[in-house]
């Protein structure tokens, strides 16, 4: 795995992933598109973010679209931070699977992650 400012890069069996993290609006923007490089999997690193506004719904719903309009997947590790409530009162935890860490969205297979733990 490859490690960069913000975005985290691996590939696994052949299938390239990244890892966003998104503590800050400029680490959210510049990771984002970085998405749009089109990975198969993106797990968005949530588990520093200690707030998380409209904007931060918004991109997060609009990295989704894109992801899956690019036959690509978005995935959120979250742990205990507090977007794990805002996430659960939007919904978007019902559309976009949620994980506990980064390494559990990155072992678990695309087929898996319909239903998250």
Not at 42 to 63: K, N, P, Q, Y
Request: glycine residues 10%; charged residues 25%.
């Amino acid at each position: 795995m490859r490690h960069y400012a913000g975005l985290f890069e691996s590939i696994n069996a052949g299938k390239r992933s990244i890892v966003l993290d998104l503590k800050d609006d400029a680490g959210r923007d510049r990771a984002l598109a970085l998405a749009d490089q089109a990975p198969e999997l993106i797990t968005a690193d949530l588990t520093g973010t200690t707030f998380c506004d409209s904007a931060g719904v918004h991109a997060l719903t609009r990295a989704h679209q894109g992801a899956v309009a690019r036959g690509g997947e978005l995935r959120l590790a979250v742990g205990d931070s507090p977007v794990a409530r805002i996430l659960e009162l939007t919904g978007l935890d019902q559309i976009i699977p949620v994980f506990r860490g980064v390494r559990q969205s990155l072992d678990t297979p695309r087929e898996a992650a319909g239903s998250p733990p």
